[in-house]
């Protein structure tokens, strides 16, 4: 079964600097797909970033990217120029096709992130 | 915003009770899933929804059930409430054509309290 861990609870960063949130995660699959997700205290989940694992070159979103390491199962976040806004809890999940042509989402247990003044 | 959109936004059940909470998906997506979020807890999978028809369930008990419809909107039925199903519910839709899949938008969710 594949896992997901986030060994970050919290983190913190003044405004306009660069912080990282940490994933891993554990599969035997070749051909899957990694996500951040974004929860603010509204609740919704909001798409922050998606990688293929079929690609080899990280994803980037305006001031997010990532540090895709398949073989070391590792999918770093950055956050460059931190906002106020970029305050919230940050997920890693990961998704491949099961039985059925399931897709589910497999989250790790967040990151609490919070972006100082 | 997605255009996802969930109701009731919160919600205070009896243990015991039955419960039914909707979804109404993105316009032109034909998958629907759902997850059971407990506080400080990430999302956990429940089960999905493709074309009216469920297609794959997580670790949950048959008291859980659900509803896809014609439009692609959805419900989760849950019985004999008990306090542990205290959680967000949220609603995920996306688009599924063959294969591919595309990332799934979410609702913002129903607050469930059991008491």
């Known amino acids: 079964a594949q896992t997901v861990t986030q060994s970050q609870p919290e983190m913190s960063v003044q405004e306009a600097e660069t912080v990282t949130l940490s994933c891993t995660y554990d599969?035997?699959?070749?051909?899957?797909?990694l996500f951040w997700y974004k929860q603010p205290p509204s609740r919704q989940m909001i798409l922050v970033i998606r990688q293929e694992a079929y690609k080899q070159q990280n994803a980037t979103e305006n001031r997010f990217s990532v540090n895709f390491q398949k073989a070391a199962k590792s999918f770093s976040l950055k956050i460059s120029d931190s906002q106020l806004g970029d305050t919230a809890m940050y997920f890693c999940?990961?998704?491949?096709?099961?039985?059925?042509?399931?897709?589910?989402?497999?989250f790790g247990t967040g990151t609490r992130l919070k972006v100082l003044a | 915003e997605t255009g996802v959109t969930q109701s009731p936004t919160h919600l205070i059940k009896t243990r015991g009770q039955q419960v039914t909470l909707r979804c109404s998906s993105q316009s032109g997506h034909n998958t629907v899933s759902w997850y059971q979020q407990a506080l400080g807890q990430g999302p956990q999978f429940i089960f999905q929804?493709?074309?009216?028809?469920?297609?794959g369930r997580g670790n949950f008990p048959p008291r859980f059930s659900g509803l896809q419809f014609p439009n692609y909107s959805s419900e989760l039925n849950v019985n004999a409430l008990e306090l542990d199903d205290s959680a967000l519910y949220l609603c995920a839709s996306s688009l599924r054509t063959g294969v591919l899949i595309r990332e799934a938008f979410f609702g913002q969710g129903t607050r469930l309290t059991v008491v």
């Open positions: 599969t035997s699959e070749n051909n899957y797909y």
């Open positions: 999940a990961f998704m491949k096709e099961g039985t059925s042509g399931t897709y589910k989402y497999i």
């Open positions: 929804y493709y074309r009216e028809e469920e297609n």
